[in-house]
């Protein structure tokens, strides 16, 4: 793994206040999901999840939620999130996505479609915990798969980064 990698993981995980204790967990998520070519599935998003979270919170570590969540910031409400019923039909949605960008010919138009694709999976919260650094992963792998380089999203930044999602 080289240096711009080990950043990348070390800020997405800052993001969202993890440190030392999930990097390792990170590279190995990081590390499956490269490996992966072709068309990216259901089951590499959950074995993503579950490397990911096997050690922080094994209880929830690949599996899609079955809960309501919210996103909160400073206690307060500031989204309620699909439906867990909604959220097989949403995740095959952002799969179909992904399908149709990695399959776009148009190079200037990439960099947007990733993103699209980016806030699709952050907006559909699959998961109880971790979505978004499973979806800064799979923005990675996407990015990979379209000849774009790496982006690093700092931690310093994240107050920009959460406006896309707005």
């Known amino acids: 793994m080289n240096p711009q990698e080990v950043l990348f993981l070390t800020e997405s995980n800052l993001i969202e206040g993890v440190g030392e204790e999930g990097l ?92 699209e694709c980016h806030i699709e999976f952050e907006k559909t919260h699959p998961f109880e915990d971790g979505n978004g650094r499973v979806g800064r992963l799979l923005w990675a792998w996407q990015r990979k798969q379209m000849g774009l380089p790496l982006l690093i999203i700092f931690d310093r930044e994240k107050q920009e980064y959460y406006k896309l999602f707005k």
């Not at 939620?65 to 095959?92: F, K, T």
């Not at 200037?108 to 990733?114: C, D, L, R, V």
Request: with cysteine; glycine share 8%.
């Open 24 to 115: 390792g967990d990170s590279m190995k998520a990081y590390v499956y999901l490269m490996q992966i070519k072709g068309k990216l599935t259901l089951k590499h998003i959950l074995k993503t999840h579950r490397l990911l979270m096997r050690n922080l919170n094994p209880r929830i570590a690949g599996k899609v939620r079955q809960m309501p969540v919210g996103i909160y910031s400073g206690g307060n409400l500031i989204r309620q999130c699909p439906n867990p019923a909604e959220l097989n039909a949403l995740l095959h949605r952002f799969l179909f996505m992904v399908g149709c960008s990695l399959e776009s010919p148009v190079f200037s138009e990439k960099e947007k479609m990733a993103k």
